[in-house]
């Protein structure tokens, strides 16, 4: 379990490890685990804990606690985020400091209340609100979509500390903490995690990075993974970069499909066709080549996302319609999609397809390509003439409809 680790002399890391952790909110991989950090500030006449840990983890958080100072003089227990993997153990630690206030976004105190159903002393702090501890003080950043509704940066001036909450983060544990003592490379974990976790809240990740633009950072402290001292400003700009909206030539499409005996890869081919001719430039995805969500995460950047599948015991094959469900809404809104596939017998896929992004609230262009069997000349001119159409949907030119 380890006992709490230094990270200036006012502050003391006081989270867990769970480097067994194979999954993240059910979806995400964590090949590394991950950390939930809580952060100990003592100022000369209060102490703030900055997040707390998951449930099942406040034994190590209150040993670690009691090794550094008496639980009861803590006077704030501040929120970043209220997302019960660190808000989990807010309650225990209020049993042993009865008289502590927590300190969010009145949008972080809401969610609170509904996680613990209990009583508690609170306070919304106020955007760019100041907390002196004494020698030290805490600002308050408000950050909303990082990526909860809730979510807030606290700025410890005096040490150039920025506690980040999710953002910058990585689920990556390792005890030595410090990304400049770890072992094995972290910056893919806070690639792979900005891509999952922060990627489709991508304006609000602009608005964040401007919100603490100019801030003389030192050092990240974040939520999960090692303490970034080696290079803050790296991330900081790295998530700058990868939240930037794309700027190209010509517009993106993707072509996902699957095709058991090649007929709705021929169609896939004519639609790409279409679409290079149309101004396009296309990425052409076999599914059973390149996994659903690898294409979730191609067709995120492109500009018009289309599918391809056969129609399968009435419906569209597994690794498409996955693909789909991996393709996130706030991403997927307002993309031009279109969708096309061989059949039998009887087609429902296409049309099944079309619903689906519908619900995403993409711009679907029906009623898309249906060919039975083998394609004919005609069906791949009519996908031809579908692929040039998608793209001049992006314009407005060919209005879905
Ligand atoms: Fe690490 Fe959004 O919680």
Request: charged share 20%; with cysteine.
């Amino acid at each position: 379990m380890g006992g709490p680790m230094k990270v200036t002399d006012r502050v003391h890391w006081v989270g867990a490890l769970d480097p067994d952790l194979i999954t993240f909110d059910i979806i995400m991989k964590t090949d590394r685990g991950t950390t939930y950090n809580s952060y100990l500030v003592k100022g000369d006449n209060h102490v703030a804990l900055v997040d707390t840990v998951r449930a099942g983890f406040e034994g190590e958080l209150l040993a670690k606690l009691g090794a550094c100072v008496d639980p009861a003089r803590i006077d704030y227990v501040i929120v970043n985020h209220s997302e019960p993997d660190h808000s989990g153990a807010v309650a225990a630690v209020l049993d042993r400091a009865p008289q502590a206030t927590v300190l969010g976004t009145a949008k972080a105190l809401q969610f609170l209340q509904e996680i613990l159903n209990r009583d508690f002393s609170r306070r919304a702090v106020k955007p760019g609100e100041v907390l002196d501890l004494g020698g030290v003080s805490l600002r308050f950043i408000p950050a909303p979509f990082l990526h909860w509704p809730d979510t807030m940066f606290t700025w410890l001036d005096e040490e150039r500390m920025l506690f980040s909450g999710d953002v910058f983060g990585a689920h990556f544990a390792d005890e030595a903490m410090f990304d400049d003592a770890v072992t094995g490379e972290l910056w893919p974990a806070v690639g792979h995690y900005y891509e999952a976790i922060m990627g489709p809240f991508a304006p609000h990740v602009q608005r964040g990075m401007k919100a603490i633009e100019g801030l003389p950072v030192a050092m990240i402290c974040p939520a999960h993974g090692p303490i970034q001292r080696r290079n803050p400003a790296r991330s900081i700009e790295a998530y700058r970069s990868w939240s930037a909206p794309a700027s190209r030539q010509k517009p993106l499409a993707v072509v996902c499909y699957v095709s058991a005996y090649g007929y709705t890869r021929a169609l896939a081919a004519a639609v790409t066709e279409g679409m290079r001719v149309g101004g396009a430039e296309v990425e052409m995805l076999d599914l059973e080549e390149t996994t659903p969500r690898d294409a979730a995460a191609a067709a995120a950047r492109a500009d018009v996302v289309v599918v391809g599948s056969p129609t399968i015991n009435s419906s569209a094959a597994p690794p498409v319609a996955e693909m789909l469900a991996h393709l996130d809404p706030f991403r997927a809104k307002g993309k031009v999609f279109g969708a096309f596939g061989s059949f039998g017998w009887s087609g429902e896929a296409v049309d099944l397809l079309m619903a689906r992004a519908g619900e995403l609230k993409m711009r679907p262009v029906t009623p898309g390509i249906r060919a039975s069997f083998s394609p004919t000349a005609e069906d791949l001119d009519r996908a031809r003439a579908y692929g040039t159409d998608l793209v001049k949907a992006l314009t407005g030119d060919q209005p879905a409809h």
